[in-house]
């Protein structure tokens, strides 16, 4: 499957924007999706991943209360509402996809197949 992010872009400490993940496949449905994010000089981070029921979600400690994955099964979409967005948040957001089974934890970047290329958030404080 592949992968096209969008939606990144500068914004000021404290507003919002929305990533956008869009797929190339029918059967996207059937996949588990993840953002993850990567800045200079540090590892890659995970920030939210929805199952493929969208049912569950989940999200990284730095972003809770502040991020909200959903999807699109119709559109074959998933997104990150990104609000209250600090300095820290700036960094190159990644989109995944994954067909592990339902009781594999989805924070981690290795149960992760297909990655999409990145798109730069930037806050500026």
């Known amino acids: 499957v592949q992968l096209q992010a969008s939606g990144g872009g500068l914004v000021q400490a404290g507003g919002s924007l929305r990533l956008s993940c869009a797929a190339s496949?029918?059967?996207?449905?059937?996949?588990?999706m993840g953002w993850f994010r990567q800045a200079p000089g540090k590892e890659r981070e995970f920030v939210a991943a929805i199952r493929r029921s969208s049912e569950t979600t989940y999200y990284g400690d730095s972003v809770k209360g502040r991020f909200n994955i959903f999807r699109d099964n119709a559109k074959n979409t998933v997104n990150l509402q990104m609000n209250n967005l600090k300095s820290e948040d700036s960094a190159v957001y990644s989109c995944a996809a994954s067909i592990a089974i339902l009781s594999t934890p989805l924070t981690s970047e290795d149960v992760y197949r297909y990655w999409g290329q990145g798109t730069q958030v930037t806050v500026s404080s």
């Open positions: 496949e029918r059967t996207f449905s059937r996949y588990s």
